[in-house]
């Protein structure tokens, strides 16, 4: 389960873990890995994949960011925020107190049996690692490649 940190490093091509992010996304699959995404994290990653666009210059922004996430959706499957998982992804938040897309991440994972990958330990997540880990949450610097 790809948070949006992970997916945006893709499409920053001098970013420091883009060659890990190129690995999951393009080479994970064809060795059997199954990615997910959540729904909500595609709904981040078209606004910040837009504003990166436009802030890099290109013509047409939001077409742009659209691509990329059409593209994404080819590669993983997209699952869908259930009852369940909002209200999982609820109970986190107010366990937690970290972002909501976050939670909506950790949970939509817990469904799946997937584990949840974010880019880095974030500074509001530092107070809560502990639980974070115990959640399955793993961060993109520590895995290795290929994938184990």
Known sequence: MLDTGVL????????????????????????GAKLYISAVTLSEVLYVASRIYSAAGLERPNAEALNYVTWLRARAEVVEASWEVAE??????????????????????????????FRSLEEEMRPVERDLRSLGVRFLSELEMPLR
């Open 8 to 31: 945006v490093e893709y499409i920053v091509r001098r970013a420091p873990l883009r060659e890990k992010v190129r690995y999951i996304l393009e080479e994970a699959p064809r060795a």
């Open 88 to 117: 999982r992804a609820g109970e986190i938040k107010k366990r937690l107190r970290i972002a909501l897309p976050d939670c909506y991440v950790i949970a939509t994972a817990l469904a799946v049996r997937g584990t949840p990958i």
